[in-house]
């Protein structure tokens, strides 16, 4: 006996579907950031097309991760689950709410460096338990699970991949018979604020890593993918490079639509005018879409919000086969955030 299908009690009848499950790829503060005002907007159902009550999972990227004084550091991963958890020191962006530096003080007392990275004693905790785990085998998203359980961030928090990767930055040396060598991402952005150029962007361990698992699931189930204005090179481009990501989200279901890092002719923060300099992309909102690609070309983007002051940028994206609109990208508070994230959601889902 055939049964007639249920009635979606979720839509008003006419409108599409509302969406349930959302996936989004992010680096580490502006991601975090976005996402943050994205979950406030969602859960007070104030995005365009996508249900208050859906399921997000988050993406995040790994190739920041390094290993310090024995401790494997997370960064990205630390800065959503501190983000959303509650546990972030807001003004800074990465790291633990009040935080003290007394370990850091001690290290530096013995002279053992390096003294440029910022490792707070709250912060350090998190390391600790995070070493222990992965010496004891656990895998990056089985410790980044347990970790959750204590912040709660309210999405599923997952690792790019298991797969121990690394962004290394190739700068001049005229010392080595190179002409060059290659410093660790963290070194280079944080030690040297990306103040030199990036002459290449090697990601060791890419091409052998595989998605961890539950990521390509997630892809596969989504109803929308978000792409935070994160860094489009070392962080939404780390993770579209993980083999089978990209496939996953150019074949899936759900429209992808990203937010440019880019207003004018720079980041707002971090390094991304440099990066993609590096890569001799165009340091341009319209440029970065173009960079990932529309999906009917083989890209991944179905829509592209860029900024308001750069609204002359619409037509060039359009023509690229992605929607695009033009609103303010600044992320001053949450309110301005959610309402990126609904400029977005409309977009795509509207
Ligand atoms: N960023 C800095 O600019 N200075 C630091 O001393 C620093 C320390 C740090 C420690 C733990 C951590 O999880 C992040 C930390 N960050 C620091 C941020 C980090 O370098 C960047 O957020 C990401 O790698 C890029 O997204």
């Not at 599409?16 to 159902?45: D, E, K």
């Not at 509650?86 to 990465?94: K, M, S, T, Y």
């Not at 961890?212 to 993770?239: H, R, Y």
């Not at 829509?303 to 992605?322: F, M, N, S």
Request: hydrophobic share 45%.
């Amino acid at each position: 006996m055939s049964h007639a299908p249920s009635p979606d009690v979720s839509a008003p009848q006419g409108a599409s579907p509302a969406a349930r499950s959302i996936v989004a790829l992010s680096g580490g503060v502006g991601g975090a950031r976005f996402l943050r005002g994205t979950l406030s907007a969602l859960r007070a159902g104030a995005l365009p097309g996508v249900s208050p009550d859906a399921a997000v999972t988050v993406v995040a990227n790994t190739a920041d991760d390094w290993w310090i004084h024995g401790l494997k550091v997370c960064p990205d991963l630390d800065t959503v689950m501190y983000t959303l958890g509650g546990g972030i020191d807001v003004e800074r962006g990465w790291g633990r709410s009040g935080e003290t530096w007394a370990a850091s003080e001690e290290l530096a007392a013995y002279g053992v460096g390096p003294d440029w990275f910022g490792l707070g004693d709250r912060d350090l905790a998190t390391h600790l338990v995070r070493t222990q785990m992965v010496e004891a085998g656990y895998p990056l998203s089985a410790v980044t699970a347990a970790l959750c359980r204590r912040w709660e961030p309210g999405v599923e928090l997952l690792p790019m991949t298991d797969d121990r990767v690394e962004t290394h930055i190739a700068i001049a040396d005229d010392e080595a018979p190179s002409g060059r060598r290659t410093v660790h991402f963290q070194e280079y952005w944080v030690r040297m604020r990306a103040q030199v150029p990036a002459e290449a962007v090697v990601v060791v361990g890419l091409d052998r890593a595989t998605p961890a698992p539950g990521v390509t699931e997630a892809v596969a189930g989504a109803d929308l993918v978000l792409l935070p204005p994160s860094n489009p090179v070392v962080s939404i481009g780390t993770i579209l490079g993980v083999p089978g990501l990209r496939e996953a989200l150019q074949e899936g279901p759900a429209p992808v639509v990203g937010v440019s890092p880019i207003i004018g002719d720079s980041h707002v923060h971090g390094m991304a005018r440099q990066l993609l300099d590096s890569l001799g992309v165009e340091v341009s909102a319209s440029a970065v879409a173009r960079h990932y690609g529309s999906r009917a070309s083989g890209g991944i983007l179905d829509g592209w919000l860029v900024a308001d002051t750069d609204a002359h940028q619409v037509d060039a994206v359009r023509d690229a086969g992605i929607a695009c609109a033009a609103v303010p990208l600044l992320m001053s508070d949450e309110e301005a955030t959610g309402r990126m994230a609904a400029a977005a959601t409309a977009l795509v889902l509207a």
